[in-house]
């Protein structure tokens, strides 16, 4: 149980990171959807959609290759760090290359139909390739800083990026505009240039924040020894990529909705069901919380622990704990949706609520598959990986274009269920035929079950009653406390 403990301090300490640096992201939302009108919030939603696919192309799998060859090799850190970053660093460079030389190509495709100037696009491609660049070679830093049991140090960097970008929205979007109506010190040279709600200055701010954490990143970056192994690097390059494959074929799952939405529909309403999608997918913030604190503790975790003997039985034992925890939060959101929906300040976007249910439940399948997926990593069997998230990719791609043109943002919510539902599924097949994991298959199966009926209960049948809704939230937590009273006992009486 003290293994248990372990991993659930370092957890919580990224958990606590995560939380405060997403919540506080999240505050950005009210202020969006307030102060962008539906259509402006869908460019938002659809330049970062493209950037998420992006930043798997540039990260290329090299972060979990760097955890897993740190298991593999044994006083070898140091050559496999500089090895990692390198390749990162020349992917990067090859795109930002090319990025900047087709910039007004690409711009001119983004626009497609859209009012927006060109020269706005333009300018929209080359910050995004700045932003995707710094973001990339602040990777495998970061992982050092996991790696070496540093969590405060990495959790600092990352609350201060997130400050710095929230504060530099705020400025745009407040500050300068107060200046300049109330005519206050500089107030001429803020109107000589100053957009009134223009989207591009989130991307500055988001540029921003990115440099000054990469200048943060020296002390690590410092390290870097830059001693080119080829051996090394393309035994390395054939473990990571059938992981870079999975991990785009996941961002496709996770963003080509929002894309096809602007490309399906019609021009007259693409943007703006783009923007009330993207503006409800925001709802669901706090079960993608819980999954990234859990994945940023959990991969470290895992590969360390692989020689244990009691290995399998303690990855079967974060999983049922994992189980309860995520349909927890997730009957929990259901049941406060009334409330939750008044971070997006602008009603019009409430169109979209009937999406968050299914969106949730799409995150519970991906949580526990993302927590499955750690045996075909461990057992050097990433092809599974690129198979099963392939799957999901394929299922995403066909079911949007079959379904988005007939039924918009709902197609798009139910066909992401699907996908990390079938991957879910397949993942558990495949692995306990190639790497078996005791799990408590009953049991997790039961929570998950109970869960989708109670989240019915509470939104469908009942209409989103807050009170009987969170009546049915205690209840479930009861149930919970319950059955499981004994293994809670245990586990606390560890701390």
């Given at each position: 149980m003290s293994t248990i403990k372990k991993f659930a301090g370092q957890t919580a300490i990224y958990g606590i990171s995560t939380i405060a640096s997403r919540i506080l992201n999240f505050f950005l939302t009210p202020i969006y959807t307030k102060v962008y009108p539906v259509k402006v919030y869908g460019i938002f939603t659809e330049m970062y959609s493209y950037a998420s696919i992006l930043n798997a192309l540039l990260s290329f799998g090299m972060e979990t290759t760097f955890f897993r060859y740190l298991n593999k090799r044994e006083g070898q850190k140091e050559l496999i760090y500089s090895n990692t970053f390198m390749m990162i660093a020349?992917?990067?460079?090859?795109?930002?290359?090319?990025?900047?030389?087709?910039?007004?190509?690409?711009?001119v495709w983004l626009k497609d139909a859209t009012t927006t100037p060109l020269a706005d696009y333009v300018l929209y491609v080359k910050l995004f390739s700045l932003i995707l660049v710094t973001d990339a070679l602040s990777v495998v830093p970061f992982a050092r800083l996991r790696a070496d049991g540093k969590p405060g140090r990495y959790s600092l960097l990352k609350l201060v990026n997130i400050l710095t970008f929230i504060s530099l929205n705020l400025i745009f979007i407040f500050v300068i505009p107060y200046i300049i109506s109330n005519q206050l010190f500089g107030a001429d040279f803020f109107a000589s240039w100053y957009k009134e709600k223009?989207?591009?200055?989130?991307?500055?701010?988001?540029?921003?924040?990115?440099?000054?954490?990469?200048?943060?990143?020296?002390?690590?970056?410092?390290?870097?020894?830059?001693?080119?192994?080829?051996?090394?690097?393309?035994?390395?390059?054939?473990?990571?990529?059938?992981?870079?494959v999975a991990n785009l074929s996941f961002i496709v799952n996770e963003n080509l909705d929002k894309i096809f939405l602007g490309r399906l529909l019609p021009a007259s309403i693409s943007q703006a069901q783009v923007g009330i999608y993207g503006a409800c997918c925001k709802l669901a913030i706090f079960l993608s919380i819980f999954i990234n604190a859990f994945r940023l503790g959990a991969e470290p975790f895992f590969f360390s622990h692989a020689k244990n003997a009691n290995a399998k039985q303690t990855y079967a034992t974060i999983m049922n704990y994992f189980v309860l925890v995520i349909t927890l939060i997730f009957v929990g959101l259901v049941a406060n949706i009334e409330i939750l929906k008044y971070f997006i300040r602008n009603e019009a976007y409430w169109v979209g609520l009937d999406v968050v249910p299914v969106l949730l439940f799409g995150y519970v399948s991906l949580g526990?598959?993302?927590?499955?997926?750690?045996?075909?990593?461990?057992?050097?069997?990433?092809?599974y990986g690129l198979y099963i998230s392939g799957v999901g990719a394929a299922l995403t791609i066909v079911l949007n274009l079959i379904f988005i043109p007939h039924y918009g943002y709902m197609a798009s919510a139910w066909v992401s269920l699907t996908a990390y539902t079938s991957m879910m599924i397949l993942s558990y097949i495949l692995g306990q035929?190639?790497?078996?994991?005791?799990?408590?298959?009953?049991?997790?199966?039961f929570y998950l079950l109970l869960s989708v009926v109670v989240v019915w209960l509470s939104f469908v049948y009942f209409k989103r009653d807050l009170i009987i809704g969170n009546l049915l939230f205690i209840s479930y937590g009861l149930l919970i406390l319950y059955r499981e009273r004994l293994q809670l006992r245990k586990m606390l009486s560890s701390f």
């Amino acid at each position: 149980m003290s293994t248990i403990k372990k991993f659930a301090g370092q957890t919580a300490i990224y958990g606590i990171s995560t939380i405060a640096s997403r919540i506080l992201n999240f505050f950005l939302t009210p202020i969006y959807t307030k102060v962008y009108p539906v259509k402006v919030y869908g460019i938002f939603t659809e330049m970062y959609s493209y950037a998420s696919i992006l930043n798997a192309l540039l990260s290329f799998g090299m972060e979990t290759t760097f955890f897993r060859y740190l298991n593999k090799r044994e006083g070898q850190k140091e050559l496999i760090y500089s090895n990692t970053f390198m390749m990162i660093a020349f992917i990067s460079s090859l795109f930002l290359f090319t990025a900047l030389l087709f910039v007004q190509p690409i711009a001119v495709w983004l626009k497609d139909a859209t009012t927006t100037p060109l020269a706005d696009y333009v300018l929209y491609v080359k910050l995004f390739s700045l932003i995707l660049v710094t973001d990339a070679l602040s990777v495998v830093p970061f992982a050092r800083l996991r790696a070496d049991g540093k969590p405060g140090r990495y959790s600092l960097l990352k609350l201060v990026n997130i400050l710095t970008f929230i504060s530099l929205n705020l400025i745009f979007i407040f500050v300068i505009p107060y200046i300049i109506s109330n005519q206050l010190f500089g107030a001429d040279f803020f109107a000589s240039w100053y957009k009134e709600k223009w989207v591009g200055y989130v991307f500055i701010s988001n540029l921003v924040a990115s440099i000054i954490t990469l200048v943060m990143l020296i002390p690590e970056l410092a390290k870097l020894q830059f001693k080119l192994d080829k051996k090394l690097l393309a035994e390395m390059m054939l473990y990571s990529l059938p992981i870079f494959v999975a991990n785009l074929s996941f961002i496709v799952n996770e963003n080509l909705d929002k894309i096809f939405l602007g490309r399906l529909l019609p021009a007259s309403i693409s943007q703006a069901q783009v923007g009330i999608y993207g503006a409800c997918c925001k709802l669901a913030i706090f079960l993608s919380i819980f999954i990234n604190a859990f994945r940023l503790g959990a991969e470290p975790f895992f590969f360390s622990h692989a020689k244990n003997a009691n290995a399998k039985q303690t990855y079967a034992t974060i999983m049922n704990y994992f189980v309860l925890v995520i349909t927890l939060i997730f009957v929990g959101l259901v049941a406060n949706i009334e409330i939750l929906k008044y971070f997006i300040r602008n009603e019009a976007y409430w169109v979209g609520l009937d999406v968050v249910p299914v969106l949730l439940f799409g995150y519970v399948s991906l949580g526990i598959y993302m927590n499955l997926s750690i045996w075909y990593k461990l057992s050097d069997q990433t092809r599974y990986g690129l198979y099963i998230s392939g799957v999901g990719a394929a299922l995403t791609i066909v079911l949007n274009l079959i379904f988005i043109p007939h039924y918009g943002y709902m197609a798009s919510a139910w066909v992401s269920l699907t996908a990390y539902t079938s991957m879910m599924i397949l993942s558990y097949i495949l692995g306990q035929k190639n790497y078996a994991i005791p799990y408590h298959l009953k049991q997790n199966v039961f929570y998950l079950l109970l869960s989708v009926v109670v989240v019915w209960l509470s939104f469908v049948y009942f209409k989103r009653d807050l009170i009987i809704g969170n009546l049915l939230f205690i209840s479930y937590g009861l149930l919970i406390l319950y059955r499981e009273r004994l293994q809670l006992r245990k586990m606390l009486s560890s701390f």
